[in-house]
């Protein structure tokens, strides 16, 4: 029986790196994860309802979001009819869950890495408010981002710029495609379904699954493309429009900091078509790091196999999105390019913990 402390495990991310004209170039880049995946076979034998509760358990982060995806695959599988009522609440669940994760990144993590200091505890009670007891905290989320956001995030785009960082990374971006629930089933239903779960792609190809991503084609976005292409600066502003979309939908009252908001916000739920008397399911939810999908299989109410593919697995595959944007890097000296690689880590947002090792090519 797989343990629970077999689904965590970390990114091992090197880098080798020669000199080049006086600078440190990055020459390999490899990445890999000693992360065991949730078994096929670990919810083999219980009960298709109980599988949402224990998946919600299993994972600390984006924890709504896996349930809801879970829930979602487990009525498909037993040809539950879907209640609109719930799912419009699971939409807002999942949302508030978004926008909890992207004021937390971009209020702690993206500072500290970048040496500028977070803020402080105490400033960040709404937020955990926000996770309790959203009805109590959303209708004060506007201010707190006015009040204390707001000046964070100006912070980290001067800071970035001071440090000349505004296209690091940047790299042809290829964004992950809408494939439908077809193309899933056959894929997690292959020979090499293992393989993919593990590194997946389309077609040979490894795509990226982010804020990013989804925001890729909003026309906000298209100064920050044109000129820093898919570049730090373009990252920080995606992923503040995807916070912005998040709090448009979930309170819509305007502040100073979002004027000009997208007119028609984009839903983050993906719902498959649901089929009756099915005996699997597949469910296709957007989370705040990108496309979770879950498929389940059960016969007699109880589950055969069960399937999750994270967003992680597709950004921080070995020939993805990270790999492609470390590539890029070159820093004036070692400690430099290590502090590059470590804030371009931190702007992917990997859902587990990494250990990073910059070794120079004799």
């Not at 500290?112 to 105490?122: D, M, N, S, T, Y």
């Not at 960040?124 to 964070?152: C, G, M, T, Y």
Request: hydrophobic share 40%; with cysteine; charged share 20%.
């Amino acid at each position: 029986m797989q343990s629970l402390e077999t689904l965590s495990g970390k990114l091992h991310i090197t880098l080798r790196y020669g000199r080049v004209s006086g600078m440190c170039a990055v020459n390999t880049v490899s990445i890999r994860s000693n992360r065991l995946r949730l078994s096929p076979r670990f919810f083999a034998g219980k009960p298709v309802e109980t599988a949402p509760k224990l998946v919600g358990m299993l994972f600390s982060l984006c924890g709504t979001a896996q349930s809801v995806a879970s829930a979602r695959a487990c009525e498909q599988a037993l040809g539950q009819t879907l209640d609109p009522e719930t799912e419009r609440h699971r939409d807002l669940q999942i949302k508030t869950e978004t926008l909890f994760e992207h004021l937390l990144r971009l209020s702690q993590d993206w500072p500290k890495a970048l040496g500028i200091e977070p803020l402080e505890v105490a400033t960040l009670q709404p937020l955990f408010l926000l996770k309790r007891n959203p009805q109590s905290a959303l209708p004060h989320i506007r201010q707190w981002v006015d009040e204390h956001l707001n000046a964070k995030l100006e912070a980290l785009q001067t800071r970035i710029l001071q440090n000349g960082w505004e296209k690091l990374g940047d790299h042809s971006l290829h964004t992950l495609p809408e494939l439908p629930p077809a193309w899933w089933e056959a894929r997690l239903t292959a020979a090499d379904a293992e393989t993919f779960m593990a590194t997946p792609t389309v077609d040979g190809q490894a795509y990226e699954t982010s804020a990013m991503t989804r925001q890729w084609h909003n026309p906000e976005l298209q100064h920050w493309k044109t000129v820093y292409g898919s570049g730090l600066l373009t990252r920080l502003q995606a992923r503040v429009l995807d916070m912005r979309e998040c709090l448009e939908e979930l309170n819509p009252p305007q502040s100073p900091f979002f004027k000009g908001g997208s007119k028609k916000a984009r839903q983050l739920s993906a719902v498959p078509p649901f089929e009756k008397g099915g005996t699997g399911g597949i469910s296709l939810t957007q989370t705040a790091r990108g496309l979770l999908a879950h498929r389940v299989v059960q016969q007699n109410n109880l589950i055969n196999d069960y399937q999750i593919v994270a967003p992680t697995e597709w950004n921080f595959h070995p020939h993805g999105s990270l790999h492609n944007m470390l590539a890029t890097l070159q820093g004036q000296d070692e400690t430099d390019l290590t502090q590059q690689a470590r804030f371009l880590i931190t702007a992917l947002d990997p859902c587990v913990d990494y250990q990073l090792e910059v070794i120079h090519d004799a």
